[in-house]
């Protein structure tokens, strides 16, 4: 899943918007130019909801404006597969490089940058109700964990 590469189509920057909206959520994308090579598609694997969103933005976000139009009910615990991407959320930011992961909560801002360079990652989409009862406050927003780390591994 994580290895696989899919093939970008160039359309304008709000189809892949309204398509990333569509499997995620609303989230502003951030592109200088009109067009963008992007896809984004969703698959469930073991009862979860997984997004491949693969693209070459400069920026993606999360603003209130989008969580007030789509208030939201996951984390999201996004796995860089390839390319990387900095992601910022609740005061926490973390440079990713493959297998790094971060940890996203749907209810607040959040601000994911890639320079115009491909990134690809999976968004594994966990349940906020189920995930909150079975971690409590161990688990927040803006939590990074590293693909080194041993427990990844």
Excluded: W
């Amino acid at each position: 899943m994580l290895e696989t590469e899919t093939k970008l189509k160039v359309a304008p920057a709000e189809a892949f918007a309204e398509n990333l909206h569509a499997i995620c959520g609303s989230f502003d994308v951030d592109h200088k130019r009109g067009t963008l090579r992007g896809s984004a598609t969703c698959m469930s694997k073991s009862g979860l909801d997984l997004a491949i969103v693969d693209h070459e933005a400069d920026a993606i976000h999360r603003r209130s404006a989008n969580i007030k139009r789509d208030p939201g009910n996951h984390f999201f615990l996004v796995v860089q597969a390839a390319g990387s991407s900095h992601m910022a959320q609740s005061g926490c930011a973390a440079q990713l490089e493959p297998g790094d992961m971060f940890l996203v909560d749907s209810t607040r801002s959040s601000s994911f940058y890639y320079g115009g360079r491909r990134s690809r990652q999976v968004s594994i989409h966990l349940p906020r109700e189920e995930t909150l009862r079975r971690f409590g406050r161990r688990i927040s927003a803006g939590m990074s964990i590293s693909g080194r780390d041993p427990l990844v591994q």
